[in-house]
């Protein structure tokens, strides 16, 4: 919790350096439909292309490859799906054995697709608190060490990598970014990008499902806030608390928090499908609902960055949210 933001930012360019031919570096994506709604250049990085199908394929590489070197025999994880899919593919690669504990009501997808990569499932309850003292239970009696899906610092130096391309990326097109913009769950993956754009005078935003706003609400207070999770069609953004590390880092450095609704973040996942012709989970078409959000500027053009994190939603949803139906993509502002 000591190190500087630029040490630990020279943990993201470590682990991209580390994950380049291991994962997949994901096409950037732009829409004139969607740059005309935002008021700005939107530049979205196709993380739900990604292995496993997230950008948690980032982080638990780096981690588990880091404990397969340290000759770990195994890992344990607790999430709402991707990151146990995620460390279970990680897992496999490096013949580690693989326990995730998932909620009850875990999406189906996610749980076939963690059986699949050869995990042990394990359910437990509805709340982050459940899954994390079962994890640390099966850790105790294994002695497998837990990858936790945010709080940990080579998942967030990993998750940074996805910030870090999108960043290189938009550089080497001769739009550099002027904003920044990543889903908030525990606030691993919007922690990178403030790491990952440490110096270049990019403002980062986190968004967050209404209701599920613990990192708004704990830089507003500058501790760290809990919630009772509100139902959301973003799974992945449900945890009670933002970490404590990802809070450290992002306390002074994030530039603001959006809210954003269901029926905001809809209008986004049909967006996303329908202009960009990909599948982006609602979690990670969150990230679009809160760049639709942000002030044009009125002086010029802008380029934002939109990291869609994951694309494993389940075909029953997706046929709900593209039914026909009103939206639109007005509401709550921006807390700074």
Known sequence: MTRTVGQVRADVEEASRWLAGRVVRTPVLRSPVIDELAGARVLLKAENLQHGGSYKMRGALRAVGRLAAARHTGVIAQSTG???VAVALAARQHGLAATVVLPVDAAPTKVDRARAAGARVVFAGTGVEERVAVATGLSDESGHPVIDAYDHPD?????GTASLELIDDAERAGTPLD???????GGGGVAGACLAAAGSGIEVYGVEPVGCDSLARSLAAGVRVPVVPAPTIADGLRPSCVGELPFAIVRNTLRGVVRVDDDEIAAAFRLILTE?????EPSGAAGLAGALRLPPDRGRQRTVGVVLTGGNVE???VARLMAPRSADVTG???AA
Do not use: C, R, S
């Open 155 to 159: 998942v967030i130096a990993g998750q």
């Open 332 to 334: 709550e502002g921006v």
């Open 179 to 185: 904003a920044l913009v990543v889903p908030v769950g």
């Open 276 to 280: 960009l012709k990909v599948l982006a």
């Open 315 to 317: 075909a029953a949803l």
């Open 82 to 84: 991707n990151h146990a």
